[in-house]
């Protein structure tokens, strides 16, 4: 698994859809694990977990490794429940070029949300007994 130089994934997001995966993280009293962003697209806002899938990783391992990247949080297993798509006019690494990606969308239960630790991408978390309005998941059926 590698990353794509950033000029080139510039080049990519001018003619491609991005695939990514989003997680809602769920503890055991029914709250979700919200993150806010750091960086665009949706800079500030309150968002679940996840991001772009690697060559050569499963959707299932990109979303462990997610949860595990941006929360500091290790599960073993998630369970996918649909997909969301959206556009964005800016992303952080070409801003002048529009942002089209596709996310499966996946489950996650743990018992509860100690030792979170946050990389770099985001800004802040919180426990929240819902996801955010923007996040409609359309499901595969």
Known sequence: ???IPEKEYAQILEVLPILCVDIAVRNSKGEYLLVKRGNEPLKGEWWVP??????????????I????????IKVDSVKPR?????????????????LHSVSVV??????????????????????????????LVKSFC
């Open 50 to 63: 996840g991001g772009r899938v690697l060559k050569g990783e499963t959707l299932e391992q990109a979303a």
């Open 1 to 3: 698994m590698s990353f």
């Open 82 to 98: 649909g997909y969301y798509e959206d556009t964005a006019h800016t992303n952080r690494f070409a801003s002048c070029v529009p």
């Open 106 to 135: 996946f489950s996650a239960e743990v018992d509860d949300f100690d030792g979170v630790k946050l990389d770099s991408q985001s800004l802040d978390w919180k426990r929240s007994r819902k996801l955010p309005e923007k996040f």
């Open 65 to 72: 490794r997610k949860i595990e990247e941006e929360a500091g």
